[in-house]
C-alpha cells in the first residue's frame, strides 16, 4: 500500500461577503420649503433635479421616501450632513437610516 497517496480534497470556494446595505429615508414635515428639500437632494445625494423633485414630492405626499442606498457609514454620513444641513438654516427637514431587508 504507498503511504502517500493523494486524496480528493473537499473544495472550499472563499467568497467575498456583500455589505449590508442601509437605506437614507427622507421624511415629510410641515415646514421646510420644498426648493430647498431639492436643493438638499441634489447636493448631498447627487440627484438630478427630476429626480430630487419626485423624491420630495413622494415624501411630501406619503410621508416619507427612500432616497438610495448605501453602505451603513456612507448612509449614515450622508443623513447626517443633509440633516445638518437644514437645522443651520433652521428647518426641521430630517433624513434617517434604515438597514435593508
Ligand atoms: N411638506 C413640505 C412643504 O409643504 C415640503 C417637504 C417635502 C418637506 C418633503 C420635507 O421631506 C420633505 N413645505
Redesign the pocket.
Known amino acids: 500500500m504507498p503511504e502517500n497517496t493523494t486524496r480528493p480534497r473537499t473544495q472550499v470556494k472563499l467568497q467575498t461577503e456583500r455589505p449590508k446595505l442601509y437605506k437614507v429615508i427622507?421624511?415629510?414635515?410641515?415646514?421646510?420649503?420644498?426648493e430647498f428639500?431639492v436643493t438638499v437632494l441634489k447636493g448631498e445625494f447627487k440627484l438630478s433635479e427630476d429626480q430630487a423633485h419626485k423624491v420630495?414630492i413622494t415624501?411630501?405626499r406619503h410621508g416619507v421616501?427612500v432616497v438610495a442606498v448605501f453602505t451603513r457609514d456612507v448612509a449614515e454620513t450622508k443623513a447626517t450632513r443633509a440633516t445638518d444641513a437644514a437645522k443651520d438654516k433652521g428647518y426641521p427637514?430630517l433624513f434617517t437610516t434604515e438597514p435593508e431587508e
Open positions: 427622507l421624511v415629510n414635515d410641515d415646514f421646510t420649503p420644498r428639500v420630495m415624501a411630501h421616501c427637514l
